[in-house]
């Protein structure tokens, strides 16, 4: 079976830096694309970064310049490297995993539960 573990989350100080990483265990071809994804308590859930095994990116404005997000097939493992990091970047973050189990077939989600990232003094 395919499965999703998070990491990396944590209490970091103003302008630290944190990495996320969602790491799929399990028999598969490869990870084809990853999203990610935070939400605060009272406020809709914001999109943050992509990026496709072939290389594509996409960042929000609010990121742009402090967040990367990379994919790591040798190790089925992906990745949010957060830098200069500020109060209002504390929330809980999600990252979506577009895994190919088999090559030549559709890709499936997997949604990871929450990384609580919370940047204070």
């Known amino acids: 079976q395919v499965q999703l573990t998070e990491s990396g989350g944590g209490l970091v100080q103003p302008g630290g830096s944190l990495r996320l990483s969602c790491g799929v265990s399990?028999?598969?071809?490869?990870?084809?694309?990853v999203e990610w994804y935070r939400q605060v308590p009272g406020r809709e859930r914001e999109f943050l970064a992509a990026r496709t095994s072939g290389g594509g990116t996409n960042y929000a404005s609010s990121v742009m310049d402090r967040f990367t997000t990379y994919i790591d097939n040798a190790e089925n493992t992906v990745f949010l490297r957060m830098n200069n990091l500020i109060p209002a970047d504390t929330a809980v973050y999600f990252c979506?995993?577009?895994?190919?189990?088999?090559?030549?077939?559709?890709?499936?989600?997997?949604w990871g539960q929450g990384i609580h990232v919370t940047v204070s003094s």
């Open positions: 399990g028999r598969i071809s490869h990870i084809a694309a």
């Open positions: 979506n995993v577009a895994v190919r189990k088999t090559a030549g077939r559709p890709t499936t989600d997997l």
